[in-house]
């Protein structure tokens, strides 16, 4: 079943501005990570943020995660045309040495306009 | 340098064809994935195969078969093609050691299946 769900499921704003993607998810996680997929590519990974961390940030991206409420919030500052693209996160690892995986929402459209 | 290579990116066929999907990992990655991405960007995974074994098999029709020659490789069969197999197939990797949790994409092959 699906763990996280990003939203919204599609946002638009104008270059500049800041953009703030949310992940809601179900149950504990040893870690929770961003993805990036641009229009027509496969999934990059921007940021990793651990359970027992509540903060971090990496150049322009700010994660913030909030494991009481069980959500974490993907923030891009100063955003870009070039940030265009679907924000992915994805929660785990489930299972257990070789076996563990990650469980993907389905994305949140990011459209900056210039 | 391609970390994630998976051919064709495009791939048109009909109903009732068998076609193969390839993929090859030069990030000397231990544990490969085929994930299946809807067309709500829904990210599903379908195997996890780990030093060319299998891990994890999701409940997937068994007209999809997965092989890994070796821990570099694992290609995706699919026989008797339906409207339904239409999506886009990611190939990843990852390496089980240490706390590696962030998982590499290639960049999808797009499957239409007419």
């Known amino acids: 079943s699906q763990q996280g769900e990003e939203d919204p499921q599609a946002l638009s704003i104008q270059e500049g501005e800041n953009a703030t993607m949310n992940c809601s998810y179900k149950?504990?996680?040893?870690?929770l990570q961003w993805y990036r997929q641009n229009s027509g590519r496969g999934l990059v990974h921007l940021i990793l943020?651990?359970?027992n961390e509540r903060e971090k940030h990496s150049g322009r991206l700010r994660v913030t995660l909030d494991t009481s409420k069980k959500s974490s919030s993907l923030l891009i500052t100063a955003s870009r045309a070039a940030d265009t693209a679907s924000y992915f996160c994805?929660?785990?690892?489930w299972g257990s040495g070789s076996a563990r995986q990650l469980t993907f929402g389905s994305g949140t459209q990011l459209t900056v306009l210039p | 340098d391609t970390a994630v290579s998976q051919t064709p990116k495009y791939l048109v066929t009909q109903m009732g064809n068998d076609k193969s999907i390839k993929c090859e990992q030069n990030?000397?990655?231990?544990?490969m994935y085929w994930y299946k991405q809807d067309s709500k960007k829904f990210l599903k995974i379908m195997f996890s195969?780990?030093?060319?074994?299998?891990?994890i098999n999701e409940t997937v029709p068994n007209r999809f078969s997965p092989k890994s020659p070796d821990k570099a490789h694992l290609n995706l069969h699919i026989n008797s093609l339906e409207l339904g197999d239409s999506a886009v197939y990611f190939c990843?990797?990852?390496?089980?050691?240490?706390?590696?949790?962030?998982?590499?994409f290639g960049e999808g092959s797009w499957l239409t299946v007419v």
């Open positions: 994805a929660t785990g690892p």
């Open positions: 149950t504990s996680i040893n870690n």
């Open positions: 943020i651990r359970s």
């Open positions: 990030l000397g990655h231990d544990t």
């Open positions: 195969y780990n030093n060319k074994e299998l891990i």
């Open positions: 990843a990797s990852r390496h089980t050691g240490g706390s590696g949790n962030t998982i590499y």
